[in-house]
């Protein structure tokens, strides 16, 4: 006789005249045919492979279905995602890539100036160190642990996700004004203080009056701040 059962079908019926007669069965949910003329289960029907699942009847080939972005599972049959891909990458890191069966090939540490505490996260850790702050540790969870680091006194910046401190604090008070706070992301927080009258500045990034301001010598005045 020339039909075979196909892939993902399987009888073991004598005498028939079409496929649903001759090869009643299919393969179950969670399991896929790939080979012709199967007279069993055990033989037409292989079980999902592991980071792969499917509900479908009469699969072929292969489970169509992937663990996604930032699950992984090493679970092999299975017919649903949580079923097959049960574990999701932890804080501190993120899943871009799929059908991955452990934590090592599936997640990724959040790179410096990034953190994140949801589990799952895809693609990339969505919580940035903010101006004025830095750090250069990968994989955390929390602000204070991932950007520990402030722009010191005299310094200021207000860009986002820096791991160094030339990136993240790369402008100074300017001459005639100083400030002792850390962390500052604009100018008048940085450096609040002026030189008062009768006295001027000639020092950029200066955290102290005494080392800011410099008497106006003999024979010179001046009433204005910040001279």
Same mark, same amino acid.
């Given at each position: 006789?020339?039909?075979?059962?196909?892939?993902?079908?399987? @009888? +073991?019926?004598?005498?028939?005249?079409?496929?649903?007669?001759? !090869?009643?069965?299919?393969?179950? =949910?969670?399991?896929? =045919?790939?080979?012709?003329?199967?007279?069993?289960?055990?033989?037409?029907?292989?079980?999902?492979?592991?980071?792969?699942?499917?509900?479908?009847?009469?699969?072929?080939?292969?489970? *169509?279905?992937?663990?996604?972005?930032?699950?992984? =599972? +090493?679970?092999?049959?299975?017919?649903?995602?949580?079923?097959?891909?049960?574990?999701?990458?932890?804080?501190?890191?993120?899943?871009?890539?799929?059908?991955?069966? /452990?934590?090592?090939?599936?997640?990724? +540490?959040?790179?410096?100036?990034?953190?994140?505490?949801?589990?799952?996260?895809?693609?990339?850790?969505? /919580?940035?160190?903010?101006?004025?702050?830095?750090?250069?540790?990968?994989?955390?969870? +929390?602000?204070?642990?991932? !950007?520990?680091?402030?722009?010191?006194?005299?310094?200021?910046?207000?860009?986002?996700?820096?791991?160094?401190?030339? *990136?993240?604090?790369?402008?100074?008070?300017?001459?005639?004004?100083? @400030? /002792?706070?850390?962390?500052?992301?604009?100018?008048?927080?940085?450096?609040?203080?002026? !030189?008062?009258?009768?006295?001027?500045?000639?020092?950029?990034?200066?955290?102290?009056?005494?080392?800011?301001?410099?008497?106006?010598?003999? =024979?010179?005045?001046?009433?204005?701040?910040?001279?």
């Amino acid at each position: 006789c020339s039909y075979p059962c196909t892939k993902g079908r399987y @009888g +073991n019926e004598e005498g028939k005249t079409t496929l649903e007669a001759a !090869c009643p069965s299919q393969c179950a =949910g969670g399991k896929y =045919g790939d080979l012709i003329g199967q007279t069993t289960e055990s033989n037409a029907c292989k079980k999902c492979v592991a980071g792969r699942y499917d509900n479908d009847q009469k699969q072929v080939d292969s489970c *169509d279905h992937v663990c996604s972005k930032g699950r992984y =599972g +090493n679970i092999v049959g299975q017919t649903t995602l949580t079923a097959a891909c049960p574990s999701q990458c932890p804080g501190g890191k993120y899943g871009d890539q799929i059908e991955q069966k /452990s934590q090592s090939n599936a997640c990724k +540490n959040c790179v410096a100036g990034k953190y994140d505490n949801d589990q799952g996260q895809v693609d990339t850790c969505t /919580s940035l160190c903010p101006g004025g702050k830095y750090g250069s540790g990968a994989g955390k969870t +929390n602000l204070d642990a991932a !950007c520990p680091s402030l722009c010191p006194s005299g310094t200021y910046g207000n860009g986002t996700a820096k791991t160094t401190l030339a *990136d993240a604090c790369p402008n100074q008070s300017t001459k005639g004004i100083y @400030g /002792s706070g850390t962390g500052k992301t604009n100018l008048s927080d940085a450096c609040p203080s002026q !030189c008062d009258g009768g006295k001027y500045g000639d020092q950029i990034g200066q955290t102290g009056e005494s080392n800011a301001c410099k008497n106006c010598v003999a =024979g010179r005045y001046d009433n204005d701040r910040g001279q």
